[in-house]
């Protein structure tokens, strides 16, 4: 008998007899504000936040945010003035020293101030972890309240890779001292845009 | 109403005071009560011990000495917890059972049973509540931190009814002592260790008297405080609400 | 990890030898819980979600088997190679073959308990294949060459004074510097180079999604991503019981998970991998290791619920006082001791008994796993099972027939107090182990027996 044969008669013969599945109950938390909810939240994760009202607002941001850095590029042709766009074809590890990577995320979830992207928007996976710093755009109207309504928005979608990010890559495995900075971006932007 | 009086072992033998508290109180709030003179132990001290197998004899005396009384009141969390859950007796599980569902602790009993609203109590000191896990985790009698829910506590709304009473607020609100029965001898070190931290949070906000709803706590935290010669004292939650000036 | 003849008692007195350092572990884990408890306080519906993750989780078990198939058959579709591993030992060579048909011999790993379960790095390491690990506590203490002592906070038992000197030795920082910051940049430089130049990535599994064939990796250090994005071979290790039913229980679950881990309302990163990377592989190695056995155990199989946050560490006085590698396993803590009878009782006879059973390990136990009643129950299993000592057996049985005879009892308690040497505080005669910190109580007069004879029963 395959391992497999044998874990899973074993399983049959051991699991109990069948208690029902919980229906999920939709738990809408009653924020006044689901944006301020979502700003308060990410600022406290160790995130920045912008409400914009367009692309040029975001660019005026952003040149003095990272007036030093020397590899910004973006996924986003409409950023094309101010950042290299970037398609997927090269080598992952070529990421490696960009500075700043700017993407658009498809929603927001005010409860932890996460955004969810998708291997199509990202290009390369890897785009949002390597990067030294980085920068997610996300309209306002796509805020949801909490994660129940986040798989709401995925029920049905498709990719092959998606991600929550919420704030800068961090640690505390060092005596709980809060670090920014692990081994993903040392800062995370999110613009809100109207 | 008839109550039985069960007393647990090491109350009877060591701390009689708190007995005696506990069955003045009751009859002060017109309890009939009734002692069964042949009483030992609910069997707890083995069954946490993994020798449950080894409690029969005492289950099936406490059955004999119970099971004729409308409800059993118990002057310790833990020990009421151990006959709400692991009371059996394959003679007469029937009596078993019934004693399982009317065995009170001290202070659910006057609260839920007897609803006490007021005490004819005295006791001018700063009084600090040790929460035993077993009467706060196991039977409930005060909210617990861990939980998202109301706040509530049994014998703290009695210690409110008790004139001079000042309730001091600790740290940790409701972290274990570390008696565990025999894990205080077989973990000495983490028992003591805890014992030591749970004392400590207590006097460092001023607290004249410990006080708990379980006496093996207080037997417990009172062998640290007297091997630190403190000046504070341990007061089973019964004797401060039969106290009188 | 190395297997020792201590038990938790003798390992736990160790660590309690240095005192203020007891003191700072227990201060710095109760801060966690603290966090914890003000992330889940402004959460109204929290005991809700606790109660529909255990619904989700006693489904999941009752219907393993299915969910299981169902997995394999979407993982498959998806491009994700399956393998299946009865225990640890074929778990590891189930890697190694892996590496060995890629021609890897140099690999990054995030943080994944069951690899630690299975010993994975010291048989990589016999066979010749470099593994580091990636995130910043593992990576200490693999340095360090100790196991974790904590399955989120892997090095939770180091200061940062030590990590500075561990650090100064193997990556080459000033001698002297021991600034979390500074040493974190570091750690990220030192692995930087690692994810760049490793060819194969291992990642732990947080969650497997039976209708879409999907699992989600959890981290805040990016680490799983870094190692998985940027390897040619993803190896993703898991239990069987990380499967959930559908995609949108994931809402529940990552509600919860973090929260009650770090006090965070999510982790930094919740990465979804569906289908590999263009030009990559993907395996999934899904591992029994007598989890199948846990599930038959009526009493026990709840343990199996456990999604590895941590809450019940943190929230244990005795973990706080004792340290995690007391436990002596690799998932210490109190759901460590109800994991670990069930790999070898006779190895872990000791860790239920690790327990007050204060019980504030199920009131945090964000899938409500009744944590403490199993520590009960094992200990009746252990003691059946003839694990006991001796002298317990003897003493339990002194004390049993006394109890269980009032004329005895109260002869033994007459004749100078029976109590003082037979009650739990000191059976088995170990007088001293209670007298080491504590004083005795005074043995009164009379007991309340004799008192109430006296004072009552003639009345009446």
Known sequence: MSSREKILSGIKANQPSLIALPDVENFVQPFADVVEKFKTVLKAIGGNVHAVQNVAAI??????????????????????DYATLYQQGDDPHLLND?????????????????????????????????????????????????????????AGTSYGFGTFIAGPSKTADIEQSLVLGAHGPKTMTVFILA | MKAGLFIPCYVDQFYPQVAIATLQLLEKLGVEVVYPPNQTCCGQPMANSGFEHLTKGCDELFVKNFANLDYIVC???????????????????????????????????????????????????????????HGQRGLKISQMSELVAAPFSKPGKLLQMVKGVELVQLSRPDECCGFGGTFCVFEEAVSAKMGKDRVADHIDHGTEFITAADMSCLMHMEGILKRQKSKVEVKHIAEILNSQL | MEHNNKDH??????????????????????????????????????EALRETASQIKNNVLSNLHDYLLQFEKNAQQNGITVHWAA????????????????????????KSMLTEECHLNNYLK???????????????????????????????????EEIGELFHQYLGTPKGNADPQFLTGAAREHLREKFLTRRAAITGVNFAVAETGEFVVCTNEGNADMGAHLADVHIACMGIEKIIPLQKHLGVFLRLLTRSATGQPITTYSSHFLQPRKGQTLHIVIVDNGRSRQLGREDFRNSLKCIRCAACFNTCPVYRRSGGHSYHTAIAGPIGSILAPNLDMKDYADLPFASTLCGSCSNVCPVKIDIHQQLYKWRQVLVKDGYAPTAKKIAM??????????????????????????????????????????D?????????????????????
């Open chain 1, 98 to 154: 960009v500075d700043v990577a700017i993407i658009k995320a498809h929603f927001g979830v005010a409860e932890n101030g996460a955004v969810w992207v998708t291997e199509a928007i990202l290009q390369e996976r890897v785009l949002p972890f390597i990067c030294q710093h980085l920068v997610a755009i996300i309209d306002k109207n796509t805020i949801v309240p909490t994660m129940h309504q986040a798989y709401e928005q995925i």
């Open chain 3, 397 to 438: 049985q002194g004390m049993a027939s006394t109890l269980a005879s009032p004329g005895i009892y109260r002869f033994a308690g007459k004749m100078g107090r029976w109590v003082i040497k037979h009650f739990p505080f000191m059976v088995n005669n170990k007088l001293n182990a209670w007298y080491k910190h504590r």
């Open chain 1, 59 to 80: 660019i005026e941001v952003l040149k003095a945010q990272f007036a030093d850095a020397s590899r910004i590029i973006s996924v986003l042709p409409e950023l094309n």
């Open chain 3, 126 to 160: 016999s066979v010749g294949v470099d593994v580091v690990d990636t995130d910043l506590g593992e990576r200490i203490v693999q340095l360090a060459d100790e196991a974790p002592s904590h399955i989120v906070l892997p090095c939770i038992h180091w200061k940062k």
């Open chain 3, 440 to 460: 005795m109580p005074a043995p009164p007069k009379e007991s309340f027996g004799e008192w109430y004879k006296k004072n009552r029963e003639k009345k009446g």
């Open chain 2, 75 to 133: 002057p310790s969390g833990s020990c009421t917890l151990h006959i709400k859950e692991h009371l059996h007796d394959e003679h007469d599980e029937a009596a078993a059972t019934g004693i399982r569902k009317r065995v009170y602790e001290l202070t659910e009993f006057l609260v839920d049973v007897l609803k006490v609203e007021k005490l004819d109590a005295s006791f001018p000191h700063k009084v600090s509540m040790h929460q035993s896990c």
């Open chain 3, 9 to 46: 008692a003798t390992l736990a007195a160790a660590f309690n030898v240095d005192e203020a350092r007891v003191d700072w572990h227990d201060e710095t884990l109760w801060f966690v819980r603290q966090k914890r408890d003000k992330a889940v306080h402004i959460v109204p519906e929290w």
């Open chain 3, 87 to 110: 225990d640890d030992k074929e778990h590891n060579q189930i890697v190694h073959s892996i590496l060995q048909q890629n021609n890897i011999n140099r690999i990054v790993k995030s």
